[in-house]
């Protein structure tokens, strides 16, 4: 059984930094893609960034590049999102999802497993 767990969220003043976490269990050796989606009242599913398993290929939306970045670890079953310069908009509650198959990274109905969220709170 797959289990998708994130960590690190918090709340922060506009500028700060916060590193998030998601450790997999279960059938992880199943997965191409680890990403991060966000959600904030009122809006849509957003996402944010995304990480290739196998060719180690990074992405990230527009509006965070540059200052968030997604890695992993060796092991390829937790991956991590550090987040630079936050902005009072990045407030959100953030999603750790994980998807089988490659391709279409940024589209959320691609992801087959989901964690629970984590809350981003950033004041001004």
């Known amino acids: 059984q797959v289990q998708l767990v994130e960590s690190g969220g918090g709340l922060v003043q506009a500028g700060g930094s916060l590193r998030l976490s998601c450790a997999a269990s279960g059938r992880i050796f199943s997965f191409n893609t680890m990403g991060w989606f966000r959600q904030a009242p009122g809006k849509e599913r957003e996402f944010v960034a995304a990480h290739a398993l196998s060719g180690g290929s990074t992405y990230s939306t527009s509006s965070v590049e540059g200052r968030f970045t997604i890695s992993r670890d060796n092991a390829r079953n937790t991956v991590y999102l550090q987040m630079n310069s936050l902005k009072a908009e990045d407030t959100a509650v953030y999603y750790c999802?994980?998807?089988?198959?490659?391709?279409?990274?940024?589209?959320?109905?691609?992801?087959?497993?989901w964690g629970q969220g984590t809350q981003v709170t950033v004041s001004s």
């Open positions: 999802a994980a998807k089988t198959r490659f391709g279409d990274w940024s589209t959320w109905q691609k992801y087959d497993y």
